[in-house]
């Protein structure tokens, strides 16, 4: 396994339209985390899953985000009716639950433009 | 609410200086994370720190964790122009009877090594 992989590595969209991303996690990872850097910031915590399970969305994710994680393996992030407001790195971490320090291991991210 | 406070932000230092990087944070933790990010790119995992009065070295990097004062360092020995990139603290938040591994990030201290 080479680690957390995120698809696509970059997406340029027009105000508007939908996008969708996908994260692999680490396989025997049970624990799945996306997260939205902006320049300058550090990551801000969006939402993650338990296997297939959705535990917690920050307030951040307002009504037009949406993330999946049907079999509790990938995940896909979409937005709907992008804003130039959601141009930043879309990033995924997984962790295992089993061990101590349930550390979190990062994907590349998915840049996001919206022009 | 977890607030996580990075200084200084941004460091520019010679190379074979020392330097330390302090990490505050305000609410009780029990686990706290260091992260390297180069530009364009994801999270490296550096340390984790789990208990008071943990220290873990890797190289010319050194951290701490003095979990009564809320607060961790992380020192430079003798830098070196390699070094140069984003530090990221992150805090969990969680309680230990109810650990969700939800981390609050700072903002990061941009370091520039001048050769």
């Known amino acids: 396994d080479t680690g957390v992989s995120q698809d696509p590595r970059h997406k340029i969209t027009k105000r508007g339209q939908n996008v969708t991303f996908r994260c692999d996690p680490i396989?025997?990872?049970?624990?799945l985390y996306w997260y939205r850097q902006t320049l300058g910031q550090g990551p801000e915590f969006l939402t993650y899953?338990?296997?297939?399970?959705?535990?917690?969305k920050s307030r951040l994710l307002s009504d037009r985000f949406s993330a999946e994680r049907p079999k509790g393996s990938f995940s896909t992030l979409e937005i709907q009716r992008t804003e130039q407001g959601d141009s930043a790195m879309y990033l995924c971490?997984?962790?295992?639950?089993?061990?101590?320090?349930?550390?979190?291991?990062f994907g590349p991210g998915t840049r996001l433009t919206v022009t | 609410e977890l607030k996580v406070e990075q200084n200084p932000l941004f460091l520019s230092m010679q190379e074979g200086k020392n330097y330390t990087i302090y990490c505050n944070y305000s609410?009780?933790?029990?686990?706290l994370y260091w992260y390297r990010q180069d530009p364009g790119k994801s999270l490296e995992s550096l340390f984790v720190?789990?208990?008071?009065?943990a220290v873990k070295q890797e190289g010319r990097l050194m951290a701490s964790l003095d979990t009564k004062a809320r607060l961790s360092t992380l020192h430079i020995t003798a830098a070196v122009h390699d070094l140069s990139a984003t530090y990221f603290c992150?805090?969990?938040?969680?309680?230990?009877?109810?650990?969700?591994?939800?981390?609050?990030f700072g903002k990061g201290t941009r370091l520039h090594i001048l050769p």
């Open positions: 971490a997984s962790s295992s639950t089993t061990g101590l320090a349930y550390e979190q291991y």
């Open positions: 396989s025997e990872h049970n624990r």
């Open positions: 899953f338990q296997n297939e399970a959705q535990l917690e």
């Open positions: 609410t009780t933790s029990d686990r």
């Open positions: 720190l789990l208990s008071n009065g």
């Open positions: 992150a805090v969990d938040r969680s309680e230990r009877m109810n650990r969700d591994d939800k981390i609050i």
